[in-house]
């Protein structure tokens, strides 16, 4: 029980400095810092289920993007006042500096492992945002014919 209020706490302070740095005021701070905790917490719960780290942290993109893009539309501002500030807890910051340690200490064949790790935990990130993105944006477009049908 204490694992997962410490996940959620420090995945909500790191999305809550990042928005500070990023100039974000009044409530929608706090929104941004709640969005960093569900997708923290989504992943972690996921480990914790057995799922593999990709598909954890892909999970993880697509709950934290949803929660964007319906906070972006009901506080009516970009998503990216919500997305960015979400994504910075699963951005894979550890596995580039240990790929990194590796390449220097001249271990190549690990590196080039913790490397593509890496690279995929960062594509299946870009892949959970681009899929909710899309999704949304071909809801609004139909609704919006549907609406422009019956007026």
């Given at each position: 029980?204490?694992?997962?209020?410490?996940?959620?706490?420090?995945s909500f302070m790191a999305?809550?400095?990042?928005?500070?740095?990023?100039?974000?005021?009044?409530?929608?701070?706090?929104?941004?810092?709640?969005?960093?905790?569900?997708?923290?917490?989504?992943?972690?719960?996921?480990?914790?289920?057995?799922?593999?780290?990709?598909f954890s942290m892909f999970?993880?993109?697509?709950?934290?993007?949803?929660?964007?893009?319906?906070?972006?539309?009901?506080?009516?501002?970009?998503?990216t006042t919500f997305l960015?500030?979400?994504?910075?807890?699963?951005?894979?910051?550890?596995?580039?500096?240990?790929?990194?340690?590796?390449?220097?200490?001249?271990?190549?064949?690990?590196?080039?492992?913790?490397?593509?790790?890496?690279?995929?935990?960062?594509?299946?990130?870009?892949?959970?945002?681009?899929?909710?993105?899309?999704?949304?944006?071909?809801?609004?477009?139909?609704?919006?014919?549907?609406?422009?049908?019956?007026?």
């Amino acid at each position: 029980m204490y694992d997962i209020i410490r996940i959620i706490l420090s995945s909500f302070m790191a999305s809550l400095g990042f928005g500070v740095l990023f100039n974000i005021k009044g409530s929608k701070l706090l929104f941004a810092g709640i969005g960093g905790s569900i997708g923290g917490t989504v992943y972690q719960i996921m480990m914790f289920f057995g799922a593999s780290e990709i598909f954890s942290m892909f999970l993880g993109s697509i709950s934290f993007s949803l929660y964007s893009e319906i906070l972006a539309r009901i506080y009516k501002t970009p998503v990216t006042t919500f997305l960015i500030c979400a994504l910075i807890p699963l951005v894979p910051g550890g596995g580039m500096y240990r790929t990194m340690l590796l390449v220097i200490q001249g271990k190549v064949e690990a590196a080039l492992s913790m490397g593509l790790n890496t690279l995929s935990i960062a594509g299946v990130l870009v892949l959970g945002i681009m899929i909710v993105s899309t999704v949304i944006k071909a809801y609004y477009k139909a609704r919006q014919k549907g609406l422009k049908r019956h007026a």
